[in-house]
């Protein structure tokens, strides 16, 4: 009976000391599960994911370069709202021939890592972000992409892949001129006949014209390439100045590259038409003086009329009203008795330049 008794105790001995181990195992496990050995890692949050992709992505020519822009994504991997981006990630593959491609994922090398907080070899404007690549070799085919990347620095959804040829720029375009007229402005210039190097260009797709209003941003001003050295710009008001520049353009491959600005001109158009004539005007002799009247003239613009007047024997007519008469009517006080008088009316319109009309018919009186 002893001895059985012993071969129990030591059983339920054995069964414990089992369980302790499996109860420090399970405390080793939570342990490690939470940091609690070595170092502690930071708590991830749920919506911590990766960017999604830039948005608008573009490629374009600006002078000596290509230039990049795109704006910063506002959503993460998942559609929800980002909350951490750190910088973005320009790669580029630069393929032999204008007509080059599609280029291998390999062909990519990091071209910029612009970090937002330091974006030294980019600018950025709110959203928006910018970059040159100046880098640039004639005839070859350059390929981009671009990711933004988290606080990890963690590459999020790239971009699509954009692509521009490159070659020599053609000449700038020369001894531009604007003039302007009623309502339109005529632009010309020299006409561009070699790349920058000096060699013929024989490639020139036409010519394109910018044009700006004060402080506004350039604006192409030709849907279409300009193929003659001349363009009639008449998308612009009167008394208002504009610049214009004008670039050739060259085609490379299917796609176009533009010579760098030509010197700026200004032209400021302005109403050179002016009114019709007066009509109707008639002249009666009355108490304090010579009374005219004519029709309103149906100008919308006229902003008022000039009267004047001969007398028998003078040869030419004299101004009698320095200051515009705003109604069709007048009362010339200073005609004498025992006179006779001539008179005419103008129109003059509300024009920087004040247009005047012809002279409306004469109107003759004895006094």
């Given at each position: 009976?002893?001895?059985?008794?012993?071969?129990?105790?030591?059983g339920?001995?054995?069964?414990?000391?089992?369980?302790?181990?499996?109860?420090?195992?399970?405390?080793?496990?939570?342990?490690?599960?939470?940091?609690?050995?070595?170092?502690?890692?930071?708590?991830?949050?749920?919506?911590?994911?990766?960017?999604?992709?830039v948005?608008?992505?573009?490629v374009?020519?600006?002078?000596?370069?290509?230039a990049?822009?795109?704006?910063l994504?506002?959503?993460?991997?998942?559609?929800?709202?980002?909350?951490?981006?750190?910088?973005?990630?320009v790669?580029?593959?630069?393929?032999?021939?204008?007509?080059?491609?599609?280029p291998?994922?390999s062909?990519?090398?990091?071209?910029?890592?612009?970090?937002?907080?330091?974006?030294r070899?980019?600018?950025?404007?709110?959203?928006?972000?910018?970059?040159?690549?100046?880098?640039?070799?004639?005839?070859?085919?350059?390929?981009?992409?671009?990711?933004?990347?988290?606080?990890?620095?963690?590459?999020?959804a790239?971009?699509?892949?954009?692509?521009?040829?490159?070659?020599?720029?053609?000449?700038?375009?020369?001894?531009?001129?604007?003039?302007?007229?009623?309502?339109?402005?005529?632009?010309?210039?020299?006409?561009?006949t070699?790349?920058?190097?000096?060699?013929?260009?024989?490639?020139?797709?036409?010519?394109?014209?910018?044009?700006?209003?004060?402080?506004?941003?350039?604006?192409?001003?030709?849907?279409?390439?300009?193929?003659?050295?001349?363009?009639?710009?008449?998308?612009?008001?009167n008394?208002?100045?504009?610049?214009?520049?004008v670039?050739?353009?060259?085609?490379?491959?299917?796609?176009?590259?533009?010579?760098v600005d030509?010197?700026?001109?200004?032209?400021?158009?302005?109403?050179?038409?002016?009114?019709?004539?007066?009509?109707?005007?008639?002249?009666?002799?009355?108490?304090?003086?010579v009374?005219?009247?004519?029709?309103?003239?149906?100008?919308?613009?006229?902003?008022?009329?000039?009267?004047?007047?001969?007398?028998?024997?003078?040869v030419?007519f004299?101004?009698?009203?320095?200051?515009?008469?705003?109604?069709?009517?007048?009362?010339?006080?200073?005609?004498?008795?025992?006179?006779?008088y001539?008179?005419?009316?103008?129109?003059?319109?509300?024009?920087?330049?004040?247009?005047?009309?012809?002279?409306?018919?004469?109107?003759?009186?004895?006094?």
């Amino acid at each position: 009976m002893a001895n059985h008794k012993i071969l129990g105790d030591g059983g339920r001995g054995r069964r414990t000391l089992a369980l302790l181990t499996i109860l420090v195992c399970l405390i080793l496990v939570l342990l490690f599960l939470t940091g609690g050995c070595g170092k502690k890692l930071a708590p991830v949050p749920p919506d911590a994911v990766l960017p999604g992709k830039v948005r608008d992505f573009r490629v374009s020519q600006e002078g000596d370069a290509l230039a990049l822009s795109w704006l910063l994504p506002t959503e993460n991997l998942l559609g929800q709202p980002l909350t951490q981006i750190q910088g973005c990630r320009v790669l580029r593959a630069e393929l032999k021939g204008v007509d080059a491609g599609p280029p291998a994922l390999s062909d990519f090398v990091v071209l910029a890592d612009i970090d937002l907080a330091y974006p030294r070899m980019a600018e950025v404007r709110g959203e928006a972000v910018i970059y040159q690549d100046r880098n640039l070799t004639p005839e070859k085919r350059y390929y981009y992409r671009v990711a933004a990347y988290d606080q990890e620095r963690y590459e999020g959804a790239w971009s699509q892949t954009l692509s521009h040829a490159w070659g020599l720029l053609p000449r700038t375009p020369q001894s531009l001129k604007a003039v302007p007229g009623d309502r339109i402005v005529r632009v010309s210039w020299q006409p561009v006949t070699q790349l920058q190097d000096g060699r013929p260009v024989r490639d020139l797709a036409g010519y394109r014209v910018y044009r700006r209003a004060g402080g506004e941003s350039w604006i192409r001003v030709n849907p279409e390439l300009v193929t003659a050295s001349s363009f009639q710009d008449v998308a612009v008001l009167n008394d208002v100045e504009y610049s214009y520049i004008v670039r050739a353009v060259r085609r490379v491959g299917p796609d176009f590259i533009e010579s760098v600005d030509s010197p700026v001109r200004t032209a400021m158009p302005e109403k050179r038409t002016p009114p019709p004539p007066v009509l109707n005007l008639v002249a009666v002799a009355g108490e304090g003086g010579v009374e005219l009247r004519w029709d309103p003239s149906p100008a919308p613009d006229v902003a008022g009329y000039k009267i004047y007047r001969r007398q028998e024997g003078e040869v030419k007519f004299n101004l009698l009203t320095p200051t515009l008469v705003t109604r069709p009517a007048y009362l010339d006080e200073k005609a004498a008795r025992g006179r006779i008088y001539h008179y005419y009316v103008t129109a003059v319109d509300t024009s920087r330049r004040a247009n005047e009309s012809i002279p409306s018919e004469e109107a003759a009186i004895s006094y």
